[in-house]
């Protein structure tokens, strides 16, 4: 009788040191696939945005030079090639009224002569707060 009570206490105690294990590895697992896990991104060539200015409701503005020669200057010609990206995906529509990008937001952005690009992310969320890479691409001509 003495090797039976022996026998569930081994067996507790394995599956103790198991509970313990699993407990301990889970989270770890959890964390070591959230931070190595690669970020996506969109094809080349394209160039990652870093500076986001509020500008009102749920536009913000990003100027990099390198694009200035792009930029729309007349709204009835509007030929910037830019692709805005978030992550990996596309956002837009591209050439959108200003006032649609302040209040309605949803991805819509413009490229204007001496103002640059002014945007808003897919969820309206602040993108330098929300976590996502924000990236501008040229198509390949």
């Known amino acids: 009788m003495g090797w ?29 696939g959230h931070f190595d896990a690669p970020r996506p991104m969109p094809p080349e060539p394209r160039w ?12 913000f503005r990003s100027r990099p030079l390198l ?7 007349q709204s009835d010609a509007q030929h910037s090639p830019l692709i805005l990206y978030e992550d990996d995906k596309p956002i837009g529509p591209a050439h959108s009224v200003h006032y649609d990008i302040e209040n309605v937001g949803r991805g819509r952005y413009s490229h204007w002569k001496e103002f640059g690009i002014l945007r808003s992310t897919s969820d309206n969320t602040d993108p330098g707060k929300n976590g996502r890479l924000y990236w501008v691409g040229l198509p390949k001509q």
């Open 67 to 73: 694009f200035i020669h792009f930029e729309d200057d």
């Open 4 to 32: 039976l009570i022996q026998r569930d206490m081994t067996t507790l105690s394995v599956l103790r040191i198991s509970a313990l294990i699993y407990a301990l590895f889970v989270p770890l697992a959890v964390w070591a």
């Open 48 to 59: 990652q945005l870093l500076r986001f200015d509020h500008i009102e409701g749920f536009a």
